[in-house]
């Protein structure tokens, strides 16, 4: 590195002065919500730290084995530069080489003398540089910053060479961990993607063995209906069941599109509470018609969370609905309570209980009841459930990070479960 800088004339104010910037920097680059606002707090640091005007920062790009400019959302102008370095770059095996911040006059000998063929090569050689910045992950140069001042030469002293390192360095890990959780997050979506593939193979099978019978009746109905056309109550009988069956099949389709469909929910700030009480007022004519009784109790203190108004409320409707299915017409009664509920670490989330007093689950389904295609609804061609809906549910709890459980006593009735994250969770 090089240093031609006299020492500070007060070292210990300095050094102070320096490590209150070294704090906010890493405050500032601790917390980045996407790559392009990271790297314009990194190139805002360290320019106001070396005084230089603009600058420019580059990541490794592993797969395509090169050095990828950032876009900021606040570019500059002034420099025009190649967005694509290549590991063979002169400057970039200097910084790889050395390790260390490069002044102009270092900079002066590894672009301005060597001009590659690449065009891209060229464009950057001839830039107005002034300063090359390393940031270093494991002794590994995962990326680097290059900054232009308004002079034509500029020296940099030596306390804040020391601190452009220690900035570079923060720089560095803040990027290395950004890019970690990245590459988690893409993993989890990826496993949750494969997941629900593996899913639709089981699918794929339930949906054929599920329109085998409604087609074997649409088929019957085709095939006898020109020698019986004149049967009224024949055409009448089968005309209904094969509307029946058409229903049916469609209702299949768009319970496998819903679930195929890849759901990441649109999270906003929701209250519950609200949400649950929605859901009670659309079902409220239909338990009323069935003399199904609603008892609603919802804690005034429940937090608030983040959540998919209408997928929570599709899980809503749906466990509601099979709950008053469940009880049938026998004047059952249909409990919802919503509470906090405490998680260990003291974590506070939400949960909305559903209880019915039906006729229950029994042990041996109870284990594949969130099982695609398995359902217990058989009383009725037009009741009869597809056995998507608790699975789905599943399916959209679990992307809320939630969990959804349920406890039955076969003859006493069921309880479903949703716990949710809130604002403390």
Same mark, same amino acid.
């Given at each position: ?28 680059? %601790? ?18 730290? #070396? ?33 694509? +370095? ?17 002044? #102009?006059? +270092? ?27 390393? =940031? ?45 959780? &990245?590459?988690?997050?893409?993993? !989890? ?13 089981? /699918?794929?099978? %339930?949906?054929?063995?599920? /329109? ?9 109905? *085709? ?22 069956? +058409? ?5 299949? /389709? ?9 759901? &990441? ?9 609200? /949400? ?6 659309? *079902? ?29 409320? !599709? ?20 409990? +919802? ?15 909305? !209980? ?14 594949? *009841? ?18 998507? %809906? ?21 003859? #006493? %009735? ?5 716990? =949710? ?5």
């Amino acid at each position: 590195m090089t240093n031609h800088a006299a020492p500070q004339s007060n070292p210990d104010q300095a050094g102070a002065a320096s490590l209150q910037r070294l704090t906010k920097f890493a405050r500032d680059i %601790g917390h980045p919500t996407s790559l392009p606002i990271i790297a314009e707090r990194i190139l805002s640091g360290l320019s106001d730290a #070396s005084r230089h005007s603009q600058g420019l920062l580059y990541l490794l790009d592993r797969e395509r084995e090169c050095f990828r400019l950032v876009n900021v959302p606040t570019p500059t102008s002034l420099i025009t530069a190649p967005p694509v +370095v290549p590991l063979k770059h002169p400057l970039v095996q200097q910084l790889a080489d050395r390790q260390d911040i490069l002044d #102009s006059s +270092v900079l002066a000998d590894s672009l301005r003398t060597t001009l590659l063929d690449n065009t891209a090569d060229a464009q950057f050689a001839t830039l107005p540089i002034n300063l090359a910045i390393p =940031l270093l992950n494991r002794c590994q140069l995962i990326a680097f910053v290059v900054l232009q001042s308004q002079k034509e030469s500029t020296v940099i002293p030596s306390d804040t060479l020391g601190l452009l390192t220690a900035m570079a360095q923060s720089a560095a890990n803040a990027l290395d961990s950004f890019l970690l959780y &990245e590459d988690l997050r893409q993993s !989890q979506v990826l496993m949750r993607r494969t997941d629900r593939l593996r899913s639709l193979e089981t /699918i794929a099978g %339930g949906f054929a063995h599920e /329109i085998r019978n409604p087609l074997t009746s649409i088929k019957t109905f *085709i095939q006898l209906a020109p020698e019986r056309k004149d049967d009224s109550q024949f055409i009448g009988e089968f005309s209904r069941i094969v509307l029946e069956d +058409v229903n049916r099949i469609e209702r299949l /389709i768009q319970e496998i599109l819903d679930y195929a469909r890849y759901m &990441e929910p649109q999270l906003t700030d929701e209250d519950l509470n609200e /949400i649950v009480s929605s859901c009670l007022y659309f *079902i409220q004519v239909k338990a009323d018609s069935r003399g199904i009784k609603i008892e609603k109790d919802l804690a005034p203190e429940l937090l608030r969370g983040m959540l998919d108004r209408q997928q929570i409320k !599709q899980v809503l409707l749906n466990l509601l609905l099979n709950a008053m299915d469940a009880i049938g017409d026998k004047n059952g009664t249909l409990r +919802v309570r919503t509470t906090r509920l405490p998680k260990v670490g003291g974590e506070m989330w939400m949960q909305v !209980q559903i209880e019915d007093t039906g006729h229950g689950i029994s042990a041996e389904n109870l284990d594949h *009841i969130f099982d695609p295609f398995f359902t217990t609804k058989y009383a009725s061609t037009l009741n009869e459930g597809t056995g998507l %809906g608790l699975t789905i549910a599943h399916q959209i709890v679990r992307e809320h990070r939630g969990e959804i459980q349920v406890q039955s006593t076969e003859g #006493s %009735g069921t309880t479903f479960l949703i716990n =949710l994250p809130s604002h403390q969770g």
